[in-house]
């Protein structure tokens, strides 16, 4: 199943399966779009085992570093540093969390407060978005701000839903 829950059908030559989170991916060259690609074995409907044997994958990417360059599985050519901002009580309970291998952390006090500055790599905006929101008011998205302005619409959204 495709975002927009249509079905598609694709020719893939697998690589490796790996779990993120809590759910199952096959990372898996797509002879369709002619890129590595992440697919979620929960929004696979059906399989089924070709005759044809594959010569056209190419390990010309490095799988593991395509899988840890940005935060989340899902990932694009969009690679860009993100920096959240976390106030108390979550900036207590981050400080030792590890969301990417080369996040850097800034930790300082304001206003007789504990702050703690992540800033990592991210591809794709809606899943780092979906992971701050989780911390409500205590996570602050302050950078880029193509992000911030993502991560504010979205709040905005909510609002409009819930509230009025």
Partial sequence: LTKGSELSDRII???KVICYGTKWYLV???LT???ERFFSFSRIEKLALLK????TFNHKTDINKLINESFGIAK???LKLATIKFYEPSSFYLKKQIWHSEQSVKEYIENNKYILELTLPFS??????GK???YGSSAEILEPASLRKLWLN???GMWERYVK
Avoid: D, H, T
């Fill in 13 to 15: 030559e697998p690589i």
């Fill in 33 to 35: 779009r002619k890129e």
């Fill in 52 to 55: 044809e044997k594959f010569n």
């Fill in 28 to 30: 898996a060259y797509c």
């Fill in 124 to 129: 794709k905006p809606e899943e780092l978005i």
């Fill in 154 to 156: 979205e709040i905005e």
């Fill in 132 to 134: 701050v929101l989780k």
């Fill in 76 to 78: 694009s050519n969009y």
